[in-house]
């Protein structure tokens, strides 16, 4: 079992940054995918970056060249660096686990096939 705790939303400015933090507890034996999805209301799920055990990391096609996906192993923490916001990204932000899928079939995964999500924090971009 994975325990997941998102931190870090907020309402910025278009052009502005937030930097999210997943605190992960329990079998975190660093063999998990990771990565975080979003949900804006009246939109499905969908996967903004990913990041496998070995450290390599993938990205939806919005979000490249702005946000950066990283993780402290040591301690068991997942990071999204999130610049040059829009509006658009406006949305409830999850911090997902996952042991059997890799960080590219994570990436690209049904929300409902997926191990371990957090509660989610909040991100509001205004215009």
């Known amino acids: 079992q994975v325990h997941l705790v998102e931190s870090g939303g907020g309402s910025v400015q278009a052009g502005g940054s937030l930097r999210l933090s997943c605190a992960a507890s329990?079998?975190?034996?660093?063999?998990?995918?990771m990565g975080w999805f979003r949900q804006a209301p009246g939109r499905e799920r969908e996967g903004v970056a990913s990041?496998?055990?070995?450290?390599?990391?993938d990205y939806a096609d919005s979000v490249k060249g702005r946000f950066t996906i990283s993780k402290d192993n040591a301690k068991n923490i997942l990071y999204l660096q999130m610049n040059s916001l829009k509006p658009e990204d406006t949305a409830m932000y999850y911090c997902?686990?996952?042991?059997?899928?890799?960080?590219?079939?994570?990436?690209?995964?049904?929300?409902?096939?997926?191990?371990?999500w957090g509660q989610g924090t909040q991100v509001t971009v205004s215009s």
């Open positions: 997902v686990a996952d042991e059997g899928r890799s960080w590219w079939l994570l990436l690209r995964s049904r929300p409902d096939n997926i191990d371990y």
């Open positions: 990041i496998g055990a070995d450290g390599r990391t």
């Open positions: 329990g079998d975190t034996n660093n063999r998990y995918s």
